[in-house]
């Protein structure tokens, strides 16, 4: 089998991030978080584990709501969703995000669509993977301009959730409620530490020697590949399609001699 | 009940109005954003449940909307929503910014005929802090500190959405998209366009039953085929993903979106 491709090695780092989850909801257009809920599914599924559920905004297959767009705030407010993806045009090292704009709101010079479910889903969801692909300065930045959710709330505002993890095309972030302070626990083969803090506008905590992030075994990979695959293709066709094509063409290319 | 022309359910929307409008996946009426555009209506606040996609976007680079009060405007897939983007740099729109939950809370709220919901949530936010009809309250049933917020009933003058059928008695089939109920119970009327007209009554069934909007809330039917067009509608018709592409593209300058609605209105002229 070929090697990991750098969004396969995004979806196995959701599944990890996962891991221990009864019910994961993804938002809509989040082919990859909802790749690695789907992963995090199939695993335990082969393992033997509890039962994951997984609600997957958009598709047919993979939602269960029947009770409108409120169903899922409805459903978090209730405690009963696990863990949740939020992103952001900017995030900041005390884990807040902004979804509206830059600049000096409201006439904002760029303006984002909005701040969706966010400002709400982030304080009750207790396990909130932040996933931004693009590891940039202008993207990671010092201070937001605009909070769409704060990463963490004064001790008498109700907050059963919060920043869990943020992952980039670049690492894996864990981040420290108390502190305030992610913590960069690997960094993608490919990529180092230097080049991270070269594109983080923000400080961050780190051990002395960052590891690598963790290949999967063939195993994992292989239902990645089979069934994620297969499952992904019916809300989100023309990412799998895509995946497909590169693995078929990293295939090809291990296959040539050198 | 009698169905309607789309030109008669744009006249029941008046300048200055509070226009409810459903999410992109719940059943848009596209079909009546042209006959909205053609009254040449002004000052609109529009509310969208909870998010809002092209329709809104079209009626803002018309220059319809003075007031839009959302969670987020987007296209999608296609990107971004062209007019509201402009209208935000230009500072000629006023925008409530909300989250999801906050505005089906109001909805909940108009719905149980109650001055207001409460939300957790949104404390330490920017949206919240440009809410000043959102208050933080004491939750009356702590000792201790338990701030929590107050969103107030939202209720619209005119809901609009679209369906795939309604029948003779004005019930409107809405299957599980619940949030087209919110938006008609929190309504003083509501507009609905539909693909088609059945002759049996929706509620001589249980099971479509379980899905009617009853004609309790409707207002007035009118026949639209393909009327969520080029968004796509549930259990009907895909999106035109190319078509809201060329309108993301296109509605980028005012130009480009007077050329927009132009082009197509001569391919409708060349249909009918």
Known sequence: MSALLPRERLIVSIARLLEGVRHVAVGASSPIPAAGAMLLRALAERDGKPRVRISILGSREHNFFTNGSAELFDCAGQGRIDAFFLGGGQIDGEANINLVGTGDYPQTPVRWPGSFGSSYLYFVVPRVILFREEHTPRVFVEKVDFVSAPGTSPEEVYRPGGPHALLTSLGVFSFDRAARRFRLESVHPGHTLPEIKAATGFAFDHAPDVPETADPDAATLALLRGRVLTELGETYPEFARQIGADITAADLAACQPA | ?272
């Open chain 2, 1 to 272: 009940m009698q169905t309607h022309r789309l030109e008669d359910l744009a006249r029941m929307v008046p300048d200055g109005a509070r226009l409810a409008l459903p999410v992109d996946y719940a059943g848009v009426a596209m079909a009546m954003t042209r006959p909205l555009i053609a009254r040449g209506l002004r000052d609109l606040h529009v509310v969208c449940l909870p998010t809002g996609g092209m329709q809104p976007d079209m009626l803002i680079g018309a220059g319809c909307v003075a007031t839009i009060e959302t969670s987020a405007m987007t296209l999608g897939e296609a990107g971004g929503a062209p007019c509201f983007s402009r209208a935000v740099r230009e500072g000629s729109i006023r925008v409530m910014d909300a989250t999801c939950p906050a505005v089906h809370a109001g909805f909940l709220a108009a719905q149980k005929g109650v001055p207001f919901a409460t939300l957790r949530g949104m404390i330490g936010t920017d949206v919240l802090a440009n809410r000043p009809d959102w208050k933080v309250i004491q939750n009356p049933f702590s000792d201790d500190p338990d701030p929590i917020v107050a969103i107030p009933a939202i209720r619209p003058d005119v809901t609009i959405f679209h369906c795939p059928m309604a029948d003779r008695d004005g019930n409107v089939w809405i299957g599980r998209r619940r949030e087209l109920a919110s938006l008609a119970y929190a309504s003083a009327c509501t507009l609905v366009t539909v693909e088609r007209i059945v002759e049996t009554s929706l509620l001589a069934d249980e099971v479509m039953a379980a899905g009617v909007l009853p004609a309790l809330y409707v207002e007035a039917v009118a026949v639209a085929p393909r009327g969520a067009a080029p968004i796509g509608l549930w259990g009907e018709y895909p999106a035109d993903m190319a078509e809201i592409g060329r309108y993301a593209r296109e509605a980028r300058t005012p130009e480009g979106f007077r050329a927009w609605l132009d082009g197509a209105d001569r391919a409708l002229e060349a249909v009918s």
